[in-house]
């Protein structure tokens, strides 16, 4: 079983086991508009919770994308370089990175659906 927890900076976590998938909202993509380019990171480096780990550019700007928690990237879904249409996707086919998390209690403190979507409210 997974569990989905987000953040304030407009990224979503899925959880299974000691792995964590992460991925930009939909509210992050449309605001950031029609994507150009992602700069992903290599596999096998070390992350700390709030470490930007990836840049995704638009035609309106550069943002970048930050880690929820602290761990090792263990997977790059390189298949977004040639399709960034595929971040716009589900959570199965639109995460960014799979992170082997050091310490799984870093994510208790995220939102969960129904509190990012209060959050989310209050900025429109």
């Known amino acids: 079983m997974s569990t989905v927890k987000y953040t304030n900076d407009h990224e979503w976590?899925?959880?299974e086991g000691d792995t964590a998938w992460v991925g930009i909202t939909t509210y992050a993509r449309h605001a950031l508009g029609d994507l150009v380019y992602l700069d992903l990171p290599e596999v096998g480096r070390?992350?700390?919770?709030?470490?930007d780990f990836a840049v995704v550019e638009?035609?309106?700007?550069a943002s970048e994308i930050y880690t929820p928690v602290s761990g090792e990237i263990v997977e790059v879904n390189?298949?977004?370089?040639?399709?960034?249409?595929?971040?716009?996707?589900?959570?199965?086919?639109?995460?960014?990175?799979?992170v082997k998390m050091d310490n799984e209690a870093e994510a208790a403190d995220l939102m969960d659906k129904s509190a990012y979507d209060s959050f989310v409210e209050g900025l429109e």
């Open 46 to 51: 070390k992350v700390v919770k709030g470490d």
């Open 13 to 15: 976590l899925k959880i």
């Open 58 to 61: 638009s035609v309106k700007a």
């Open 78 to 98: 390189d298949n977004l370089q040639n399709n960034l249409d595929d971040l716009k996707e589900d959570i199965n086919t639109g995460w960014i990175v799979k």
